[in-house]
């Protein structure tokens, strides 16, 4: 059984512009999580996504957004890139039945220049 | 506040002993499981652990066990016959049912010396 992929494994941008990162759950589950892991703040949650709803948000600026399509793979979008977005951002995702825990994909390391 | 504390930032064994890594939090709630989580410095954080709050009994799966003390709020993990594989970040992380959001200690950074 596949885990969960995450695309790409390496992003690079510069301030000011926009990154979208991918992620797609192991299959059958229907949860979706989006964590920031930068230097020295720890991991951090972002988002939840569930059925296709934003179900929590963690305390990031409207400037990090995400979406979840029917397969329930999910996208996170980060606008207005500053440096301090830098920082390794990890998906997981969960099934209904086991909802309490949750399996990570490998990660998109995002560096801002 | 839901808090997770990891007081070791790093520990280092010999190959084939055994460690234990030290976690305590703290919450309000009844309801909630823990965890650990391994990320070797290939990044991928990789389930380690469960244990369910309203179980008595300590988790095990396979060289890795739990001492979970719920007054105490204490979690800590052992590693029975360490492996160089076993060398990793541990964290570990608390969730409630209300948020579904993970919530990690800083990590110890476990060194296994051959």
């Known amino acids: 059984e596949a885990g969960v992929t995450q695309s790409p494994t390496h992003l690079i941008k510069t301030r000011g512009q926009q990154a979208t990162l991918r992620c797609s759950p192991i299959?059958?589950?229907?949860?979706v999580y989006w964590y920031q892991q930068a230097l020295g703040l720890g991991l951090q949650f972002l988002l939840w996504y569930d059925e296709g709803e934003e179900r929590n948000r963690g305390n990031f600026p409207p400037r990090f957004s995400g979406r979840q399509f029917p397969n329930y793979s999910s996208e996170l979008n980060v606008n207005a890139l500053e440096l301090e977005d830098s920082a390794l951002y990890l998906c997981?995702?969960?099934?209904?039945?086991?909802?309490?825990?949750?399996?990570f994909g490998p990660g998109t390391r995002l560096t801002v220049l | 506040a839901q808090t997770v504390t990891q007081s070791q930032p790093e520990m280092s064994v010999q190959e084939a002993e055994t460690v234990t890594l030290s976690c305590t939090y703290d919450?309000?709630?009844?309801?909630?499981?823990l965890f650990w989580y391994k990320q070797p410095p290939s990044r991928q954080m990789i389930l380690v652990i469960r244990?369910?709050?309203?179980?008595?009994q300590n988790a095990t799966e396979n060289r890795f066990s739990v001492n979970f003390q719920k007054a105490a709020k204490s979690f800590s993990l052992k590693i029975s016959d360490s492996q160089l594989g076993d060398t990793a970040m541990y964290f570990c992380?608390?969730?409630?049912?209300?948020?579904?959001?993970?919530?990690f200690g800083t990590g110890t950074l476990l060194a296994v010396q051959p």
């Open positions: 244990q369910e709050a309203y179980k008595q």
């Open positions: 997981a995702s969960s099934s209904r039945v086991r909802a309490d825990t949750q399996y």
């Open positions: 919450t309000s709630e009844n309801n909630y499981y």
């Open positions: 299959s059958g589950h229907t949860s």
């Open positions: 992380a608390f969730i409630s049912g209300a948020t579904n959001k993970l919530i």
